[in-house]
């Protein structure tokens, strides 16, 4: 009986500790310690032996039992803590910061040109727009531009194979559909497209953005143009801007003038950029000429009016001190993310 109980217990500890799942242990205690078990039919046995037996035989059997029981425990916490073993190659950190999404965002030239409607729509001015396929009159006659003028040669313009039409070289023939169609009071301004035959470098492109203005009035003079630049400029540019209004020549205006703002990168000390004089120029502007009215339709004995043109990206440029024009138009995510989402 002795022997029977070591060995019992030597292959009991055995399987227990061989077991290799939760369920093939939990099968196992039912085996040895269930109503029918192996061990219960033993300790039951117990009552039938002698006195001598029971002492010895029964003291055995008892610690057999809480050995197993002991074994069963131990082995369970063992498959139960190693359940999750697999997971160890697969460990994933939850504080990790996530990955940062690229969310679209708009065009830095998109969001400029908004700016500018909105600026000019605070000064009571409605935005026009134009086709960017013009025909010669628009582009050229209707503003007083000679034929002889440089601006028509082929050099600068993109004519269409079917002259008189061309890829709009500036904004300015929105000023003449408008006037053609609206009576004054008119105060405008036309964003767009412009197309010129130029070679791509740092400061020129085939394509480009303008901004049209015109205001039309039978009181309309340049103290108007010079107040409204000043505001819209401050506000678009640097509210500490000055600005400089130089006589210059352009046909469709009399007098024409070339405004010079304060040169953004020394603040009007003078540097590189600004050939050591403090200012930038900026625009193109004056008073409407007389002929250009008339072409329009409106009578220049009775209506005045005021209108500048200026280039988008050259605004931009000075604004944000970049000096390659290319960098609007080549979608590099290391240019754009640098402008605010918003
Ligand atoms: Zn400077």
């Given at each position: 009986?002795?022997?029977?109980?070591?060995?019992?217990?030597?292959?009991?500890?055995?399987?227990?500790?061989?077991?290799?799942?939760?369920?093939?242990?939990?099968?196992?205690?039912?085996?040895?310690?269930?109503?029918?078990?192996?061990?219960?039919?033993?300790?039951?046995?117990?009552?039938?032996?002698?006195?001598?037996?029971?002492?010895?035989?029964?003291?055995?059997?008892?610690?057999?039992?809480?050995?197993?029981?002991?074994?069963?425990?131990?082995?369970?916490?063992?498959?139960?803590?190693?359940?999750?073993?697999?997971?160890?190659?697969?460990?994933?950190?939850?504080?990790?910061?996530?990955?940062?999404?690229?969310?679209?965002?708009?065009h830095p030239l998109t969001k400029f040109i908004r700016e500018i409607?909105?600026?000019?729509?605070?000064?009571?001015?409605?935005?026009?727009?134009?086709?960017?396929?013009?025909?010669?009159?628009?582009?050229?006659?209707?503003?007083?531009?000679?034929?002889?003028?440089?601006?028509?040669?082929?050099?600068?313009?993109?004519?269409?194979?079917?002259?008189?039409?061309?890829?709009?070289?500036?904004?300015?023939?929105?000023?003449?559909?408008?006037?053609?169609?609206?009576?004054?009071?008119?105060?405008?301004?036309?964003p767009?497209?412009?197309?010129?035959?130029?070679?791509?470098?740092?400061t020129?492109?085939?394509?480009f953005h303008q901004f049209?203005?015109?205001?039309?009035?039978?009181?309309?003079?340049?103290?108007?143009?010079?107040?409204?630049?000043?505001?819209?400029l401050?506000?678009l540019i640097h509210?500490?801007?000055?600005?400089?209004?130089?006589?210059?020549?352009?046909?469709?205006?009399?007098?024409?003038?070339?405004?010079?703002?304060?040169?953004v990168?020394?603040?009007?000390?003078?540097?590189?950029?600004?050939?050591?004089?403090?200012?930038?120029?900026m625009?193109?502007?004056?008073?409407?000429?007389?002929?250009?009215?008339?072409?329009?339709?409106?009578?220049?004995?009775?209506?005045?009016?005021?209108?500048?043109?200026a280039g988008i990206e050259r605004l931009l440029m000075i604004k944000h001190k970049i000096n390659d024009i290319?960098l609007f138009y080549?979608?590099?995510?290391?240019f754009l993310?640098q402008f605010?989402?918003?």
């Open positions: 009986m002795k022997n029977h109980l070591e060995q019992l217990r030597t292959q009991t500890l055995e399987t227990i500790a061989k077991a290799k799942t939760v369920q093939e242990l939990e099968a196992l205690e039912a085996q040895l310690l269930g109503k029918k078990g192996e061990l219960t039919t033993l300790l039951k046995g117990i009552k039938d032996l002698t006195v001598e037996e029971k002492q010895v035989v029964g003291k055995m059997t008892n610690e057999l039992k809480k050995d197993v029981e002991a074994a069963l425990l131990c082995r369970s916490e063992e498959l139960r803590s190693s359940q999750y073993d697999h997971l160890k190659d697969q460990f994933f950190d939850t504080s990790l910061p996530g990955t940062r999404p690229h969310p679209g965002r708009l409607e909105d600026t000019f729509m605070a000064l009571n001015f409605t935005v026009a727009e134009g086709p960017e396929i013009e025909d010669d009159y628009h582009n050229f006659s209707a503003l007083n531009i000679p034929e002889d003028h440089p601006a028509r040669d082929m050099q600068d313009t993109l004519w269409a194979k079917h002259i008189p039409y061309l890829l709009r070289t500036h904004t300015s023939p929105v000023q003449i559909r408008y006037m053609e169609s609206h009576e004054p009071p008119i105060r405008i301004i036309c767009g497209r412009v197309f010129r035959k130029d070679d791509v470098d740092a020129h492109s085939p394509m049209e203005g015109l205001m039309v009035d039978k009181t309309t003079n340049l103290t108007h143009l010079k107040g409204i630049l000043t505001i819209a401050r506000r509210p500490d801007l000055e600005l400089r209004f130089r006589s210059s020549f352009f046909p469709f205006v009399e007098p024409g003038l070339e405004v010079d703002v304060t040169c990168l020394c603040a009007g000390k003078g540097c590189s950029v600004c050939k050591q004089s403090g200012w930038l120029e625009l193109g502007c004056g008073m409407v000429h007389p002929n250009v009215l008339k072409s329009a339709g409106l009578d220049p004995n009775v209506y005045q009016g005021f209108a500048f043109g290319r080549e979608n590099d995510p290391r993310e605010p989402l918003v």
